[in-house]
Structure formats: structure tokens, C-alpha cells
């Protein structure tokens, strides 16, 4: 046994080893090209919120960063807090204003709190201002109604410029 392991390791020392560097260039070409494909240059990342199926665009606009409402058939969010349940996608009359039809007073509360944070911070830090900016995700299915009444107590709210998510064709 000994001698048959001392004559492997003779006949190892007369080879020479080569490296193959043809097929692991390929590879990392591979992975550089999948890596490109599927780098995204956009800084802000907007996925869809639950429940939400968005409608399809052929804009190109890139979104920034500002608050996301998301519009669903069962509920209304801000940021990462439901505010607002929706019974077949419809306002509960409890949430509405009863002087106008229009006014959701949760929303406005939640969304009037985050303005306040927003111009809270813009006091100690000069880059960051409140410009009424949010991000709308609503889904395709919605009736135009409750789409009104975010949009106006939205901008009673001092979100003024309003942006819909959609998905774009390529």
C-alpha cells in the first residue's frame, strides 16, 4: 500500500496542472451581462401593496422618494399604516365628513400628522423640505369616486402633487 501511494505522488510531481481560463471567462460574462439586465437605476423602489392590481402606462417617468398612499378594495393605507377599512371599496360613512361628502377624516389625519413630521424635520435639516409630493397606488379595479375623495382630501391635506403608480409596457 505504502508503495502504491509513494508512486502516485512521484507521478504527480511530473505533471503539470493548467488552468482552463476559457469556460470561466465565459461564465462571468454571463454574470455581468444577468447582472446589468437586471440592475435597476431608478433610486426609489415601488412595489405593489397587497390586494393591488395597478393599471398599465407607457410612461417613462422616474418616481422619487415621498409618501405612498395605497388604494385597495378593502383598505386605504399611508406609508406602512392602514388608515381607512373600505367595505366593497366604498368609504365607511363613519370616516366621511358628514358637511362634505368628500373629506375622509382619517386620511386626512394621517396624512396631515406626516406633513407635520416632514416640516418638523425640514426645521433641522435644510435639504429636506415638505413640497406635497405623494405617490398614489391604487388598484386598477376602483370606482373614480373613492379615487376623488383621496385626491381631495389629499391636497386638503397639502399633498397637492399627486402621482399614480402604474405598470409600464416595454
Same mark, same amino acid.
Given at each position: 500500500?505504502?508503495r502504491?501511494?509513494?508512486k502516485?505522488i512521484a507521478?504527480n510531481?511530473? %505533471?503539470?496542472f +493548467?488552468?482552463?481560463?476559457?469556460a470561466?471567462v465565459?461564465m462571468?460574462?454571463i454574470l =455581468? +451581462?444577468?447582472?446589468?439586465?437586471?440592475?435597476?437605476t431608478?433610486? +426609489?423602489?415601488?412595489?405593489?401593496?397587497?390586494? *393591488? *392590481?395597478?393599471?398599465?402606462s @407607457?410612461?417613462?417617468?422616474?418616481? &422619487?422618494? /415621498?409618501?405612498k +398612499?395605497?388604494?385597495s378594495?378593502?383598505?386605504i393605507?399611508v406609508g406602512?399604516k $392602514?388608515? /381607512?377599512?373600505?367595505?366593497d371599496?366604498?368609504v365607511?360613512?363613519?370616516?366621511?365628513d358628514?358637511?362634505?361628502p368628500k373629506?375622509i377624516?382619517?386620511?386626512f #389625519?394621517?396624512?396631515?400628522?406626516?406633513?407635520?413630521?416632514? $416640516?418638523? =424635520? &425640514?426645521?433641522?435639516?435644510?435639504d429636506?423640505?415638505?413640497?406635497g409630493? *405623494?405617490i398614489?397606488?391604487?388598484?386598477?379595479g376602483?370606482? @373614480?369616486? =373613492?379615487?376623488?375623495? /383621496?385626491f381631495?382630501t389629499s391636497?386638503?391635506? %397639502?399633498y397637492? #402633487?399627486?402621482?399614480?403608480?402604474t =405598470?409600464?409596457y $416595454?
Amino acid at each position: 500500500m505504502r508503495r502504491a501511494v509513494d508512486k502516485f505522488i512521484a507521478n504527480n510531481k511530473k %505533471g503539470t496542472f +493548467v488552468l482552463q481560463l476559457t469556460a470561466m471567462v465565459d461564465m462571468f460574462t454571463i454574470l =455581468i +451581462v444577468f447582472l446589468l439586465k437586471s440592475f435597476d437605476t431608478s433610486p +426609489v423602489q415601488v412595489s405593489p401593496s397587497q390586494n *393591488i *392590481i395597478l393599471p398599465h402606462s @407607457y410612461s417613462m417617468a422616474v418616481p &422619487s422618494e /415621498v409618501l405612498k +398612499v395605497a388604494i385597495s378594495k378593502k383598505s386605504i393605507v399611508v406609508g406602512d399604516k $392602514e388608515v /381607512v377599512i373600505l367595505i366593497d371599496g366604498k368609504v365607511d360613512a363613519k370616516d366621511m365628513d358628514l358637511s362634505d361628502p368628500k373629506f375622509i377624516k382619517p386620511l386626512f #389625519d394621517a396624512l396631515d400628522e406626516q406633513a407635520k413630521k416632514t $416640516e418638523a =424635520i &425640514s426645521k433641522e435639516n435644510k435639504d429636506h423640505k415638505f413640497d406635497g409630493q *405623494i405617490i398614489l397606488q391604487a388598484d386598477k379595479g376602483l370606482n @373614480y369616486g =373613492i379615487l376623488e375623495k /383621496v385626491f381631495y382630501t389629499s391636497s386638503m391635506a %397639502g399633498y397637492t #402633487d399627486m402621482k399614480l403608480a402604474t =405598470i409600464t409596457y $416595454e
